[in-house]
Structure formats: C-alpha cells, structure tokens
C-alpha cells in the first residue's frame, strides 16, 4: 500500500536558525512528489513538484530535494513569516493523492 | 479571484441538519475533489469527479454526498449531520491530460456540528 509519511510532526526554530522536515515515502512508481504550504484557515498551497531521485527546486529560502525513498525540504535562514505547516503528496493509482500529515513550522523571531 | 472558491467559509449547525458546501473553479479543470482534513489524520478523500456525469467515492464516502452541477462547480452534501463530521472541508481540482500534476485547493469551510 503506498505509503507517505512526515517528520518530525512539530519543530520550533529560531529566525535564522536552518533545518531541514523530511518526507518518507513508499509508492509503487514515483510519479511525482508534491510540496504544500499550508496557513492557518486556508488551503494547501503548491510549492514544488520533484519528478525523480537527484532533482532539487528552490524558491526563496525553501528548497526540495529528492531521493529514492525521501524528499526534504530544506529551509534556509527562515523568518517568521515562513511559520505554516508544510505537506508532501504523491500521486498514487489513477485518481488518488495520498498526503502526509504536515510539519507544524513556528519560526520564532 | 481566487481560482478554487468554496463557500460558505464557515458553518456552525445542528445535528440532524441538512448541509451543502459548494466548489466552484476558474482554472478550467475536469478533475474536482472533496476532502475533509482532520488534526493528526491528513486529508482524506470523500468523493472525486473526472467530470459532470463521473462521480466516485473516495475512501470516507458514508454520509456524504456529491453533486457536479457544470464542469466548474461541484457541491458535497451531509444528508442528516453528526458531530463527528466536524472537521476542515476543502476542494480541490487537477488537470485531467496530465494526471503527475499537482491538486489545487480552495480555503476550506471549517464546519461545526453540534
């Protein structure tokens, strides 16, 4: 059964202060991996699409890599205004996206 | 505009009511969902739609139901609400001629049952 999982759950940083939220995921035939942005009270939001092991996108302070197994998005030098909780999806049989349940993000100025 | 639009944004009602939560999209796609999310459990599939006359369930269809009124605009019903269908609704549409693009979602309507 394909699979999506996200850790950690929750993490606190300090503006400035760098790390990385993880996407686990297991799927038979990759055939996309999906990064949302989601505020409070509102829809995700896209962010990036990663197609195969070795891509990478960026946009700001936010940059997604991908492997075999796992994505990361790596966030950089972040500001409170990038506090949100951030998803990963994948594309699973014809019609079915199967979500992770988020990285609560709280960047503390 | 917004290109995904639901409405009403929020709903407090009373067990045993009746609900309709409506979809309507500008981005001119044929492929429209329902989802509930809830804390700790991710978004869940209710219903999908390829286009007007294809209806499915998804994975948590049991006391819902769908209309798919035109191509852009796509209704979920609660025949008769419970309390434990509390919860976060969104809509969401994706490009049929390619189906590795991604979803996109409208806000929501966080609904209250009493």
Known sequence: EDQVT?????????????????????VSGL??????????????????????????????????TLTK????????????????????????????????????????? | DADVTQTPRNRITKTGKRIMLECSQTKGH???????QDPGLGLRLIYYSFDVKDINKGEISDGYSVSRQAQAKFSLSLESAIPNQTALYFCATSDRTDENQPQHFGDGTRLSIL
């Open chain 2, 30 to 36: 044929d492929r429209m969902y329902w989802y509930r």
């Open chain 1, 69 to 109: 197994k796992e994505s990361f998005l790596h966030i950089t030098a972040p500001k409170p205004e990038d506090s949100a909780t951030y998803l990963c999806a994948v594309p699973s049989g014809t019609y079915k996206y199967i979500f992770g349940t988020g990285t609560r993000l709280k960047v503390l100025a």
């Open chain 1, 31 to 64: 055939r996309g991996l999906f990064w949302y942005r989601q505020d409070p009270g509102k829809g995700p939001e896209f962010l990036f699409t990663l197609y195969s092991a070795g891509e990478e996108k960026e946009k700001e302070r936010l940059k997604a």
């Open chain 1, 6 to 26: 996200q850790s950690p759950e929750a993490l606190r940083l300090q503006e400035g202060e760098s790390s990385s939220l993880n996407c686990s995921y297991t």
